[in-house]
């Protein structure tokens, strides 16, 4: 019998009326969760078809053990993304035969042995493209690859160094799509490996490593002598006690290094890896085979190589009773019963990805290639399927702790609202490992379970100092699953849930949004016109739970508010200095070390801070990080890398019809600012010199980056300031000039003759339009459109395209363009890429 299938629109207007007019979550169910073929037809008309589906299968597995729960329980959990809420892989794959994909959001990867040959490297590139190709989210450290300059028995008789290898595995990530969105991967290495610095540095450089997520795994005795201003020993292998190479370094001087670049771009992340190990409950079973050797993209999950996770998050903000009024309280009575039933069906899912990676191994076995071929393909999955059965792995998580936090009156970020949050969070830990405990009972313990092994372990010793009767079953009946429990960053999925991500606070409690009006209707209400003409109507978007809290209190949801009347709104709530710019940033980051101590696995949380902080303060956070017991920490300063949303908040008003574009200033200053924008074109290094004035791009020189010719700049410089000169003879020339380390300033003289003739004559005719104002968005078409002969022109071409985009305002509309995805004239601009707003497909460079 042929199953039924939905057109888009009939989709997206049943998930409408599910989510009550939130078009936003509507979309992304719809695009990203609903059940579809490899051809893109709907086989789900609404969540409820989607929560069913799940509800059905899992209960298919509990009817292999004792006391199964029905469909029907498990669907009242699930319905309306209330309670439970299973990640994005099992939401999408559960129940799903017509794509073949992993039920897991993370793994890790890596290969014992001499891993850092060119097989072996080679080999890891391959095994992350198969597990991103079936959704998975990819983790691998390279420390083990020998540092730049190491002999090495072939014909380039000296390493390359890592680094190299970060472009490969990031450039393979770029290339696997899935399903409209880009793989993830995370690269990690060891403060320890003599090529850190030159890894911390890699993504500094525009357009390098773009398609990674970067960590640095950072010990114990690293921090003590950043602190202490000490030297700290790099050796490779890492932990030989005979290394090939080794040498002294200034702990602190590396340790700025990787401060400044975190508040410069928001990265490196670090991983504080001595606590990782210290606290991680799987290496007690290292030997085993369990050795913890990196994380996920997020952070959230550190893995040995071949393991996996699947995840799954409880909404907190569904367990406060009377939200936001003076009868506020959690029922842990409920959460109690519920923790227990997510950690059971986390280990029914368990179940349901071994039978996804038979699946997939047949799958395999039917492909035409060659067993030499496929065989690494089936080779990886067979240790994928072991290490998934032997450990028995989950991941329980949380979201909405934001609201549910405002819902009980308690502002994020304070003494009261953490110590709150903690036994929450200590609630969640003792459930877990009481259902997987009772599973253990019913069903079998993990394979490799050994209460001896685990008798010293910080975390297993929190458990039994909290419950010493559960700790005594455990010895008695074993546990079902080697680990139990995260905090994952739920993205999309807050979107359905309508509420806080995770364990963050509130990003904003209230939004603007813009949306084109035609300016010949009645009625209409036109805030601003752009260059172009059309006519703008700003509106107010609130968070959902702000939106409740006002509904409780008796606010009209309805009223349009004047600034003033929105900020007092906001004032009296408790999302007030509590949303992720406002928090206590100190506080915050305690408030991640407190509740560390009850997550067995990690945490993915970022610290937002405004961007006019400086780098002292990046150094305090990352110090109190490690100090609270932190696995890691990742800052985001904003500005450092292009945000998505336009703040509500008090600011001069402007002038309302028309619209006027910038000044245009026909005369040059004599001195502009500068940045420094660089990319690769093919295997060239090509660099851009954009002039600005009052931040506007106003000139542009670009071109390969030649040594040879004169072109030499450090990486660190980003930005310096171009000097117009004029000889007695009235030749103009174009200085570039920046402060070097030692706050000498450096000249680049003469721009204008350092690239090739054919260049600068285009960068003349571009630079004349950016004079004169023309918006940005009109520019790059011009560029685009220009038609040229020459290979390297059009290599030009694409560079100046890609320098300028990068002052595009997020949201402006690339006007006249489909999308090549799905044929829609909806394409934005954001953060230097072109996003469709209509199927979420994105196209950049």
């Known amino acids: 019998m042929k199953e039924k299938t939905y057109s888009y629109d009939e989709a997206f207007e049943a998930a409408l009326q599910y989510f009550k007019g939130d078009e936003l979550a509507a979309r992304v169910w719809v695009n990203k969760y609903s059940m579809k073929d490899s051809y893109g037809h709907i086989y789900e008309v609404s969540p409820e078809d989607m929560h069913w589906r799940i509800a059905n299968e899992i209960a298919r597995i509990e009817n292999k053990y004792e006391n199964p729960l029905k469909a029907e329980e498990i669907f009242g959990l699930l319905d309306h993304f209330k309670y439970i809420i299973p990640a994005g892989s099992p939401m999408t794959g559960i129940g799903n035969n017509h794509q073949i994909a992993s039920l897991s959001n993370c793994f890790v990867i890596g290969l014992d042995g001499q891993a850092d040959s060119y097989g072996g490297i080679i080999r890891i590139d391959e095994e992350q493209v198969q597990l991103m190709k079936r959704r ?4 691998h450290d390279l420390s083990h690859i020998r540092p730049k300059g190491s002999p090495v028995k072939n014909s380039a008789l000296t390493s390359t160094g890592l680094v190299p290898f970060m472009e490969r595995y990031s450039n393979s990530t770029r290339e696997v799509a899935q399903d409209g969105r880009r793989g993830a991967l995370m690269l990690s290495v060891s403060i320890k490996h003599p090529d850190a610095e030159a890894f911390i540095d890699a993504k500094m450089t525009e357009g390098k490593v773009t398609g990674a997520n970067v960590s640095v795994k950072i010990d114990d005795e690293f921090m003590h002598a950043a602190i202490e201003g000490q030297s700290y020993t790099q050796q490779y292998p890492i932990d030989s006690s005979s290394p090939m190479v080794a040498k002294n370094i200034s702990a ?55 393991d996996s996770c699947r995840l799954l998050a409880i909404n907190l903000y569904a367990y406060v009773v009377n939200p936001f009024t003076p009868e506020a309280y959690f029922d842990f009575d409920l959460f109690k019963k519920h923790v227990q039933l997510a950690q059971r069906l986390m280990d029914d899912i368990i179940d349901l990805e071994l039978e996804k990676i038979e699946m997939i191994l047949q799958k395999i076995d039917a492909d035409p ?47 009261e609202a953490t110590d709150f949050a903690v036994e929450v969070h200590k609630t969640v830990a003792l459930q877990a490992y009481r259902s997987s405990v009772q599973m253990a009972k019913e069903r079998g313990a993990f394979e490799i379970f050994d209460a001896e092994r685990e008798k010293n372990n910080p975390f297993i010793n929190r458990l039994r100092e909290a419950d010493p009767e559960l700790y005594e079953n455990m010895v008695k009946y074993g546990r079902r699953n080697i680990a139990c429990l995260t905090i994952a960053p739920t993205g999309t999925t807050s979107l359905m849930t309508q509420t806080t991500s995770g364990i963050e606070p509130v990003f904003l409690p209230v939004y603007k949004r813009r ?15 752009d260059e172009t003409g059309d006519a703008f109507e700003e509106y107010i978007v609130y968070h959902h739970k702000f939106l409740t809290w006002m509904k409780i209190n008796g606010y009209d949801t309805e009223k349009r508010y004047t600034q003033e009347e929105i900020d007092e709104l906001v004032a009296r709530s408790p999302y007030y200095k509590a949303t992720a710019n406002d928090v206590d940033w100190l506080m915050k980051v305690k408030m991640q070390g407190a509740i560390q101590k009850w997550v067995d696995h990690s945490i993915s949380v970022t610290v937002n801070l405004p ?13 109190e990080a490690w100090r609270s017991g932190c696995k890691g920490c990742t800052i985001y300063r904003d500005g450092s890398r292009s945000g998505v949303m336009i703040s509500v908040k008090n600011e001069k008003k402007q002038p309302e019809l028309p619209c006027k574009s910038p000044e245009v200033t026909e005369k040059r200053p004599q001195v502009l600012e500068c940045d420094v924008v660089r990319f690769q074109n093919n295997k060239e290094k090509w660099v851009a010199f954009v002039g600005l004035l009052n931040g506007y791009p106003y000139e542009i020189f670009t071109g390969i980056q030649d040594d040879d010719e004169g072109i030499v700049l450090p990486k660190s410089v980003m930005k310096g300031r171009i000097i117009k000169n004029t000889d007695e003879d009235g030749n103009k020339r174009y200085d570039f000039q920046f402060e070097n380390k030692k706050g000498y300033k450096t000249t680049v003289e003469g721009l204008s003759e350092k690239f090739n003739k054919e260049y600068w004559n285009y960068a003349k005719l ?18 685009g459109s220009l038609q040229l002969e020459s290979e390297s022109i059009n290599t030009w071409k694409n560079g100046v395209e890609r320098a300028l985009k990068k002052y595009i305002t997020d949201g402006t509309e690339a006007k006249g363009m489909k999308c090549p995805n799905c044929g829609h004239e909806s394409l934005v601009y954001q953060e230097g890429c072109l996003i469709c707003k209509h199927c979420g497909a994105s196209r950049c460079g």
């Not at 571009?766 to 560029?783: A, D």
């Open 369 to 415: 290639e060659s067993e030499e071929v496929k065989g690494t393909e089936r080779h990886l999955w067979e240790k994928i399927y072991k290490k998934s059965g032997q450990g028995r792995r989950t991941g329980v998580g949380i979201t909405a702790e934001g609201d549910m936090l405002a819902a009980l009156g308690l502002r994020y970020g304070t003494q």
């Open 611 to 623: 961007n006019n902080v400086d780098e002292e303060l990046v150094n305090q956070l990352y110090v």
């Open 136 to 139: 998975g989210g990819v983790g």
């Open 252 to 306: 602190q001087d590396l340790w700025k290094k990787i401060v400044h670049n975190a508040w410069k771009s928001a990265e490196p992340g670090v991983l504080f890896w001595d606590t990782i190990l210290r606290e991680s409950v799987p290496d007690c079973y290292a030997d085993l085979g369990f050795r913890t050797v990196s994380t996920n993209p997020c952070g959230e999950i550190p893995l040995c190589p071949y």
């Open 515 to 529: 949306r084109k009006v035609n300016p010949n209707d009645p009625e209409v209400h036109i805030d601003f016109i």
């Open 766 to 783: 571009i630079s004349g339009v950016l004079r004169y104002r023309m918006p940005l968005e009109h520019v790059i078409k011009l560029v």
